[in-house]
């Protein structure tokens, strides 16, 4: 289910502040040059950006 329009050009990576992509069951950081990349779950069509429920990347 996709995002709320305009919502994912709120969000961003509360790790690096990067804006976020959005992916079919993730919102991933598109920070380039760090090694952030963490990718966030979206659980019932919600965003869960936070840290510790974050995927690293592999
Ligand atoms: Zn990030």
């Known amino acids: 289910m996709p995002l ?3 919502l994912l050009e709120i ?3 509360p790790a690096c502040h990067a804006p976020l992509k959005e ?3 993730e ?3 598109t920070a380039n040059g ?3 990349g963490l990718a966030y779950p979206v659980r019932d069509g919600i965003p869960v950006l936070l840290v510790d429920e ?4 592999a």
């Open 27 to 29: 919102l991933v950081c």
């Open 4 to 6: 709320e329009a305009g």
């Open 34 to 36: 760090t090694d952030c």
């Open 54 to 57: 974050a995927r690293r990347p």
């Open 11 to 13: 969000l961003a990576c």
């Open 23 to 25: 992916t079919d069951t």
